[in-house]
Structures are given as structure tokens and as C-alpha cells.
């Protein structure tokens, strides 16, 4: 809305400073404010003082994905875990403390284990110090020929050497910790230590099933050799960047086939959970505290191999967006977020579309993460930036808008009503002023004789009464919601319609806005009589039609917003066409039509006004319904029945009736009329008579 061109060098409001740019483009203030937006982000995401902070709400709500909305998750039956649990280190039917336990448990559980044909054997033990019994567990990891033993290389601790001199092969158990919480998320596949002890196994496995891979098995971007003849499998790494691989962990309640190590022992257990199985040996008593903290929450060391080992095997694997893709989208809807912010008028509309707005997008990113196993990398950003879009929008709305409406808004209501006033600025982009087709309701007033009034008043006075007059009338018309477009002396010209949506009240407003200025009018004549020595009367027009409203004048020169068309030039006839009937207030039919319900009119002639070819209907504007007494009632019935007489062209009947209203109410009206008869008796009634009146005179 170019509020500018509407008041700048605009005689109609003399009071108005000059005001630039109270509107901009809200798409270049959107982009301004998602720049400065996104500007901030990246610094706090960069500063160490506030990085760890955002780190932990990424991880925060990496948790919750992991933890309830991944895919259908499910332990594969190729894994099975030989804990060392409680029943295990029981005094009463296990083989006691575990610092008590002998490695001829290990050499029988592996010797039961290899008989059944387990495929794999990993042990989750770390065999660093020798014992009386290292030679019988040798053998048994000889014999079976496909275990597996890990080794710690940040602590420098491998298997002995005759543990390793017979293992199939070696794995380091270290995983990647999120460093804020030690929560396990992934597992570095391959590192200058070697491979992880869960992607040894894998490679063994895939040794010895050559139907399900081909030569290689593609870790990101590496191949590893295997025997197999089948297609390849891909393994992704989190990220482009990285080289860890998410562990897709099991859901709570999920869990892989398990055997007690004393039931291994003892070859107490089902052989089918063994045969041709990928066999992990490793703690899950409490005792042993050898736990992690995991999305899943806290879980033994070996269940973090078999999580990975499962993740892989079942090809249900985890990686990040696209970071360019992730900035590219953020960058957009932090964009959009400020623009559909600027564009939200209502502050609390503002802040729960932004709520909804965050609570669709968090959805969105638990359908994407549950469809396509991706997650966001950066969704503490998003929070921040949804944030920072409401405490800057706000503030650029009070400091830069508001300020310029409330200038607006002081200058407009010294010629809208306040509510009127606050329908503009709450359309402060509907409103059009340069120039539009509206359906509005013109008014128009002039003070009778106001020519000889003046003359009599020295200029100060006349000053002081036109102040007076026009404050009064002008008050009324902004209470009844008009838009006072000029003044010309005494003359007003006003207009409903041509900012708001009053389109079915207009009418109402007008007519009512009529009616209580003639009543303040005569409040004032006595005020007038008593200081001037005179009082006044008021003519008044109202018509309702199609208007072209809008800027009109010489940009940058002189310029003024008004409405031009044949409905508002029949509006100022109709003001002058009073002194023809000694009438205050006359409306067009429109204006009668619309408003009938709510006033009384007198149909008062069907007049041809100068410059128009058809003819209409005029009415005066006599009263609100419930307010006319009875006497004028029936003077208006008779009236119009007389008038019916006189269009039909039976002119001595007519005058009859207006002759006796005359008589017994001085009805100007019927006075004209008389007149008008009397020269019809007197000359004859012309042919094709139709009852039309040609006014001369605009």
C-alpha cells in the first residue's frame, strides 16, 4: 500500500510529515533478515563457547530418532551371544566369580561351540595376561580355526602371543563416542590399528558365504577382498566426510538369541542357535560393568558388535543428509519462515503458526528418518533459527512497521473514525490507492446561502464558525465510519467504501451520519443565533454506485486520493437538487434500496439531472424507523400518492392532495409540486408525459 503517495504533498492532510518508506518489499526485508538469521547460526555453530551446547541438541535429538522411528528393526537369527551374565557367575549352579573363572571355560565353550558348527567365534574378551591354562585354550582356538579376538589399541593391550598365533583373526574394540555423553552411535570400520573387532567377524562371515557377497565388500568408499562370487555390498559411511558407520541398534523390547556361557559349558542349549551362526562371547552380568551408553541406553560391549554386525547384515544402515542439501533447505525455510512471519498480522497467530510450522517440521524429520534412514545434521539449528525468526520479526514489526502505523495511524484519524483506522493498518497491503474500480457511497453537504453568510463575517469569524461547524459534522462522520475526502469552505465531501469492507453498511453509515449531523446542526444554531445572529441549514446528497478511487494529481507535486465517476457527480447534484423541494437530504435509489429497513424515505420525483439521458428515482431521507411520528408518516403516504397521480398524468387530483399537505403541514415538497401542476393545467400536459422532471441546474 503506498501510504507515501497518499499523503505526501496532499492538501487534505496538512498535518501528515513526510513519510518514506514505511512499506518496503517484505520479500527483500525476508531476505535481509534470513541472511542475518542464518549469519548468526553459523557463528554460534562455530563458536566454541556455544558449539558444544548446540552439539548436545543435535545429539539430543538424534537420540530420540534412534531410539523409537527407525524401520522395522529386527536381530538377525545369523547372531547369537554367549553371554557371561548372572546365572553364569552364580555359586549355585555357575561357574562362579568371574576373577576366579579358569580359560579351560573358554577352551570348552569353544570346543562345544566349533562340534555344533558355529561359523564364527568372537570373543569379546580382551586375553592380555598369561595364566596356568593359556596352553589348553590355544589349542581350542587352533582347533576350531575361526576365532576371533580383540585387542585394545589405546590402551596397548593385544591377546598373548600363543592366543594369537592360532586366532583366525583380530579386531580392536573401540567404538566412536559422542564426547558429550560417551553415547555409541557408530564404529570406525578400518583405521591405522587395524579393523574393528565387528568387521573382522564380517569379513570372516563373508568368507565363508560366498553367495552373499561378491570379491570385495565396499565400506564408503573402500573395497575389501573376500572369496565370494555374488554381487557386492555396499556399506556407507555416516557422511561424505566420515568413516564410521551408524549402528543401527535393535528397538527396546527386540532382542538377539542368547545362550548363558555356563549352558555353552555344559552344551545345555538348542545346537540350532549355533549351527552356521556367528557366535559373540562377551559380558552381560552387572558385576562386569563392561557397559555403554547407547540411543538405545545402556548396553553390554558385546551387544554394540552385534548391533553393527546385525546393521550390516540386514542392510538397514543409518547416514546423514547431505550437508549442502541440509544448508540448502535450511537456508529456504528460514526464508519462508520470515516471509509467512512478516505477512502473519496477528502476533499470537504469528507465534502458533511458527509452533505448528516446527511441530510439521520435526515430523517431517521423523518421516524422512523413518522412510529413508537419513538423519538431519544440523535440527538444533532449525530450532534456533525458527526462534531467532520470531524475536526478529517481532522486533523489525514493533521498531520499523508499528512506528511508521502509528504515524498513520495519528494522522489518519484526524479524518477516519479510529475503527476505520484500524481496518486500513490491519490491510496494510490490501488497500490499493492507485486507482480502482469500488462500489461506494458518496456524500456530499453545502451550507444554504452560505455566499451571503460570509459576507457579513469578518475572516476571523468566519474562520472561528467554519471550525466549529466542520468539527462537529466531521466527528459524526468518522463515528459512522467515513473517509472525509475534501473540504471546499463549507462544503464537505465524504466517502464510505472506499478503504474498508463496509460494503452491505455503507448505505446504513451514510444515512445515519446524515441524520445525526442535522440533529448537531440544529444543537448548534443556537449557539449560532446566539454569537452570529444566524442560524444555518444544510443540504446533503447521498448516492451509492461504481467509483474509480484512487490517487489522482501530478506525482511528487500535487496529489490527492479521491473517488471519480457519474455516481459521485449524481451525489453532488443530489445535494443541490434540495433547494428545488425544500429538502435537507436527499439519496439516489440505491442508497433507498439498501437501506429501507433501518430509515424512513419519501419517494420525492423522478427527475432527468443535466448531463444524464435516464431518469431516476429520488427519495428524501426523513428518519430512523421508530423515530418519525405519525403526522409525517401519513404526510408521506399522501404525498406519494399524490405523486403516483401526478407521473400518471391525472395533474389536477395530484394537486389536490398537495394542496391540502400544504395547507395542513407547509410541506415544502408539496409546495414545488403545486407549482408544477398549476403551469401543467395552465399549459396541458405534454405527450409521451412519463412525469420525468429535467433539472437545468447541476
Known amino acids: 500500500m503506498d501510504y507515501k503517495n497518499l499523503f505526501n504533498n496532499n492538501p487534505h492532510f496538512p498535518n501528515m510529515i513526510h513519510i518514506k ?89 569353544i570346543d562345544n561351540l566349533k562340534k555344533d558348527g558355529a561359523i564364527i567365534i568372537g570373543v569379546d574378551v580382551l586375553f592380555s595376561e598369561k595364566s596356568e591354562e593359556d596352553e589348553s585354550l590355544a589349542e581350542s582356538i587352533k582347533n576350531a580355526g575361526n576365532v576371533i579376538l580383540g585387542f585394545s589399541a589405546n590402551e596397548d593391550l593385544f591377546p598373548i602371543k600363543e592366543f594369537a598365533d592360532n586366532a583366525f583373526g583380530f ?102 542357535f549355533v549351527k552356521n551362526k556367528i557366535i559373540l562371547i562377551g559380558s552381560t552380568a552387572t558385576a562386569l560393568y563392561d557397559r555403554f551408553n547407547t540411543p538405545q541406553g545402556i548396553q553390554d560391549g558385546v551387544l554394540l558388535h552385534a548391533n553393527m554386525i546385525n546393521t550390516v547384515l540386514n ?75 520470531t524475536v526478529f520479526v517481532t522486533g523489525y514489526k514493533y521498531f520499523h512497521e508499528e512506528k511508521g502505523k502509528r504515524a498513520l495511524k495519528g494522522a489518519l484519524s484526524q479524518y477516519l473514525s479510529e475503527e476505520l483506522v484500524v481496518n486500513i493498518l490491519d490491510k496494510f497491503e490490501e488497500v490499493k490507492l492507485d ?140 445535494e443541490g437538487i434540495n433547494k428545488l423541494y425544500g429538502t435537507l437530504i436527499c439519496v439516489g435509489e440505491s442508497v433507498m434500496e439498501e437501506s429501507k429497513e433501518y430509515f424512513i424515505f419519501r419517494k420525492l420525483d423522478s427527475i432527468q439531472v443535466k448531463g444524464k439521458e435516464k431518469p431516476v428515482f429520488i427519495y428524501e431521507l426523513v428518519g430512523e424507523i421508530g423515530k418519525v411520528d405519525t403526522k409525517k408518516l401519513q404526510l408521506i403516504e399522501q404525498f406519494e400518492k399524490a405523486l403516483e397521480l401526478y407521473i400518471l398524468g391525472d395533474i389536477i387530483e395530484g394537486k389536490k392532495i398537495f394542496q391540502e399537505l400544504y395547507e395542513d403541514f407547509a410541506d415544502s415538497p408539496s409546495l414545488t409540486f403545486i407549482n408544477r401542476c398549476g403551469k401543467l393545467i395552465e399549459e396541458g400536459v405534454p405527450e409521451g408525459w412519463q412525469g420525468v422532471y429535467r433539472a437545468t441546474e447541476k
Open 435 to 574: 486507482g480502482k474500480r469500488m462500489n461506494i457511497t458518496s456524500f456530499f453537504s453545502d451550507i444554504a446561502g452560505f455566499t451571503s453568510i460570509s459576507e457579513k463575517m469578518e475572516p476571523e469569524e468566519l474562520v472561528h464558525f467554519l471550525s466549529i461547524y466542520l468539527k462537529e459534522v466531521s466527528d459524526i462522520i468518522m463515528e459512522e465510519k467515513g473517509f472525509i475526502n475534501k473540504y471546499e469552505g463549507d462544503a464537505v465531501m465524504a466517502l464510505w467504501g472506499a478503504f474498508d469492507g463496509y460494503e452491505k453498511e455503507q448505505t446504513i453509515l451514510a444515512c445515519r451520519s446524515a441524520l445525526a449531523q442535522q440533529k448537531k446542526i440544529q444543537e448548534l444554531n443556537v449557539q449560532f443565533q446566539k454569537n452570529h445572529g444566524f442560524e444555518i441549514s444544510v443540504r446533503m446528497g447521498i448516492n451509492k454506485g461504481v467509483a474509480v478511487v484512487g490517487n489522482i494529481g501530478s506525482m511528487g507535486k500535487k496529489i490527492e486520493y479521491t473517488a471519480l465517476g457519474d455516481s459521485v457527480n449524481t451525489a453532488s447534484r443530489f
Open 171 to 272: 579386531g580392536y574394540f573401540q567404538s566412536e563416542k559422542n564426547l558429550h555423553n560417551a553415547t555409541v552411535y557408530s564404529i570406525i570400520p578400518e583405521q591405522k590399528g587395524g579393523r574393528a573387532f565387528s568387521f573382522t567377524i564380517l569379513q570372516k562371515y563373508f568368507d565363508s558365504h560366498p553367495e552373499e557377497v561378491n570379491k570385495s565388500l565396499k565400506i564408503g568408499g573402500a573395497l575389501y577382498p573376500f572369496k565370494g562370487d555374488a554381487k557386492n555390498r555396499q556399506v556407507p559411511y555416516v557422511s561424505m566426510n566420515a568413516r564410521d558407520v551408524f549402528i543401527n541398534y535393535l528397538p527396546e523390547g527386540s532382542h538377539f538369541q542368547e545362550i548363558s556361557f555356563v549352558d555353552a559349558y555344559n552344551r545345555n542349549y538348542n545346537p540350532l
Open 21 to 109: 518508506n514505511i512499506v518496503h518489499d517484505k520479500r527483500i526485508i525476508a531476505l535481509f533478515l534470513s541472511v542475518l538469521i542464518i549469519s548468526i547460526v553459523t557463528i554460534l555453530s562455530m563458536n566454541s563457547n556455544t558449539r558444544n551446547f548446540i552439539e548436545q541438541g543435535n545429539f539430543g535429538i538424534k537420540n530420540i530418532l534412534f531410539t523409537g522411528y527407525g524401520d522395522n528393526r529386527t536381530a538377525n537369527k545369523n547372531i547369537t551371544i554367549v553371554a557371561i551374565d548372572n546365572k553364569t557367575l552364580s555359586n549355585s549352579g555357575g561357574l562362579g566369580r568371574f576373577q576366579d573363572f579358569k580359560r579351560s571355560y573358554y577352551a570348552q565353550v
Open 315 to 389: 542392510q538397514k544402515y543409518i547416514v546423514e543428509m547431505e550437508s549442502w542439501k541440509e544448508i540448502v533447505i535450511l537456508i529456504a525455510l528460514t526464508f519462508l519462515l520470515v516471509l509467512f512471519t512478516l505477512y502473519t498480522k496477528n502476533p499470537g497467530y504469528q507465534i502458533f503458526f511458527l509452533l505448528v510450522g516446527f511441530i510439521i517440521l520435526f515430523g517431517a524429520e521423523i518421516w524422512y528418518f523413518a522412510t529413508f534412514q537419513k538423519i538431519l545434521v544440523y535440527p538444533t539449528q532449525l530450532i534456533i533459527i525458527v526462534i531467532l525468526t
